[in-house]
Nanobody, 125 residues
Framework: QVQLVESGGGLVQAGGSLRLSCAPS????????MAWFRQAPGKEREFVAA????????TYADSVKGRFTISRDNAKNTGYLQMSSLKPEDTGVYYC??????????????????WGQGTQVTVSS
């Protein structure tokens, strides 16, 4: 069974930075792409950023463009989400997601087969 393990969440003041990490554990699989989603209290889970594992092409939600950077380290099989200029509205549980196949859309949660347990990010004003 594949599990994704996230780390790096926490409490930060507005304008600060955090870096989230995500790596698979358990059964290995061929990583095709990885993404980050987030869910604020009382809201639906929303797409944040995605990356193609081989070519590194990235996609971002408009709300985080210019502030967040998704990247990956192929040698470590680890993905990252560097978050800068954080705002209180970035608060939520951040989930790492991964897929082993190509998909039509990288921004929908149903495109991903593997998920992490979530890590809390809280931005204070």
């Amino acid at each position: 069974q594949v599990q994704l393990v996230e780390s790096g969440g926490g409490l930060v003041q507005a304008g600060g930075s955090l870096r989230l990490s995500c790596a698979p554990s358990g059964r290995t699989f061929s990583m095709y792409g990885m993404a980050w989603f987030r869910q604020a209290p009382g809201k639906e889970r929303e797409f944040v950023a995605a990356i193609y594992w081989s070519g590194g092409m990235t996609t971002y939600a408009d709300s985080v463009k210019g502030r967040f950077t998704i990247s990956r380290d192929n040698a470590k099989n680890t993905g990252y989400l560097q978050m800068s200029s954080l705002k209180p509205e970035d608060t939520g549980v951040y989930y790492c997601a991964a897929r082993s196949t190509n998909v039509r859309s990288v921004v929908v949660a149903t495109s991903y087969s593997y998920w992490g347990q979530g890590t809390q990010v809280t931005v204070s004003s």
